[in-house]
DNA sequence: CGGAATCCAGCCCGATACTG
DNA sequence: CAGTATCGGGCTGGATTCCG
């Protein structure tokens, strides 16, 4: 079976269950992890535990309050543990839960394809808008 | 080799390349690809081409403005042509591009994910709402 | 060090109205 | 039928300041 099928049949597999569209799992999920941060903020925690602070350096266009707020929703959502030591000066520990780490391997696919496609992605825009302006 | 190890390879092999992190390329395609309506269209796409008003009612809560607006991201980016038939009324198809299908499988397996985790995920937030109550 | 709180700009997106 | 144009709200995310 090919992956067109196999998507369609994901999907109506969720809309025998529920009527409305807004409660779509997929969209849900793809929704929180389609901000700016999140997929970025697993793809460095899947080196393994990582201070607030190391990460603030391994990513160094992240306001405090991004990075912050995006590691919250993230342990929200069960993908990440937060680990307080209480020592002084105080010091916090960010790892990927198990169902985090389940995450990366369709994280992976989408980063491989996204290397792969990239430039091609980029001679079409190129394209589309040489003869946008004629 | 696991998931982990792959993602950061294909990291690394980008942060060899480039010496800004705003122009990476998994970021950029991230970053489109993560809102709102891109990966439904793509999705309902992934069934065979498409006239434009069928895919409305096949996606009964996107706005006109939005559903013309991501299609023509999507054309421009090249995962989706644009056929148009000059009769009357007019008639407009749209259907997945060679490259638009190669996405199919890196998303396929996000759904997957999606479907597999989403009840693990709203039990986490009820947990972690609960206790920030308390 | 790791936050929380506040303020503010930008843009995403929806609603509505109009066109070929 | 398949758009385009305009307006406006709400949310995202950045900069800054303050706290334990």
Not at 12 to 39: A, E, M, N, Y
């Amino acid at each position: 079976m090919n992956a067109a099928a196999k998507l369609f049949e994901d999907f109506r597999q969720w809309q025998g269950v529920t009527p409305s569209f807004g409660d779509c799992p997929v969209r849900d999920v793809i929704d929180h992890l389609g901000d700016k941060w999140s997929t970025l903020l697993i793809t460095v925690l899947s080196g393994g535990p990582q201070r607030f602070s190391a990460i603030r350096r391994a990513v160094p266009d992240i306001s405090q309050r991004m990075l912050t707020q995006t590691l919250r929703t993230l342990e929200r959502d069960g993908l990440v543990l937060r680990q307080v030591f209480p020592i002084k000066p105080p010091s916090v520990e960010y790892r990927l839960s198990p169902l985090g780490e389940s995450f990366l391997e369709p994280l992976a696919k989408l980063t491989e394809w996204a290397l792969a496609s990239h430039s091609a992605i980029r001679d079409a825009r190129a394209a589309f808008d040489l003869d946008a302006a004629a």
